[in-house]
């Protein structure tokens, strides 16, 4: 079956340190792969995207990966601070369906001071 | 913010009542899509409009349709509302030429009793 996997549980850490997410898919194949973020009751904010034939992105303190091979993807904040905590998801991109995205349930990070 | 506004920010309806949802787009994007996104949930493409044309729809039932105007603004509506309807329910825009990156609003966030 599909499906795309990002950790459940919250992740806490500490200020400073870097934060690294993970999207795993299965039964997928997509030309692209974004990474958004989400603060309650509000939109999801777009961060990055990535491209199949692309295996890393950055963007500030922001970089992504993504390794079609292994069918992940995996996102760093360094030098985090409390202003990025936040829910942040993943979705899938596909050219061949109008650039419908198909995201992932999101992973709640904390950062604390 | 994204310039993506929708209205209303919170709605309380009961089982079996029709609910509108309004989205106006970011100025100069004339693709809208609709996700829904329940509690803990990744957001679930509803569809998408496209100069005023329905151009992609997710698994969704008829109950839930759509209206695209001369203006690209957009409305979504759900017949015969059932409580797992009760979600988070969001519009994005896009521009022609570059549809792979989408912009939120913040969201309606309905109530079904």
């Known amino acids: 079956s599909q499906k795309i996997e990002q950790n459940s549980e919250a992740l806490n850490i500490q200020e400073g340190k870097t934060a690294t997410l993970t999207c795993n898919y299965t039964?997928?194949?997509?030309?692209?792969l974004q990474w958004y973020r989400q603060d309650p009751g509000r939109g999801p904010v777009f961060l990055l995207l990535?491209?199949?034939n692309e295996k890393e992105k950055r963007k500030e303190r922001l970089k992504v990966t993504f390794d079609t091979t292994l069918k992940q993807s995996l996102f760093h904040i360094t030098a985090s601070q409390p202003a990025d905590s936040a829910t942040y998801l993943c979705?899938?991109?596909?050219?061949?369906?109008?650039?419908?995205?198909?995201w992932g349930a999101g992973t709640k990070l904390i950062i604390k001071p | 913010e994204t310039g993506v506004t929708q209205s209303p920010t919170h709605l309380i309806k009961t089982r079996g009542q029709q609910v509108t949802l309004r989205c106006s787009s970011q100025?100069?994007?004339?693709?809208v899509s609709w996700y829904q996104q329940a509690l803990g949930q990744g957001p679930q493409f509803i569809f998408q409009?496209?100069?005023?044309?329905?151009?992609g729809r997710g698994n969704f039932p008829p109950r839930f349709s759509g209206l695209q105007f001369p203006n690209y603004s957009s409305e979504l509506n759900v017949n015969a509302l059932e409580l797992d309807d009760s979600a988070l329910y969001l519009c994005?825009?896009?521009?022609?030429?570059?549809?792979?990156?989408?912009?939120f609003g913040p969201g309606t966030r309905l109530l079904v009793l």
């Open positions: 039964n997928y194949s997509p030309a692209y």
């Open positions: 979705a899938l991109g596909f050219m061949d369906s109008n650039y419908q995205l198909i």
């Open positions: 100025s100069g994007h004339n693709t």
């Open positions: 409009y496209y100069r005023e044309e329905e151009n």
């Open positions: 990535i491209r199949e």
């Open positions: 994005a825009s896009s521009q022609q030429g570059d549809e792979e990156t989408q912009y």
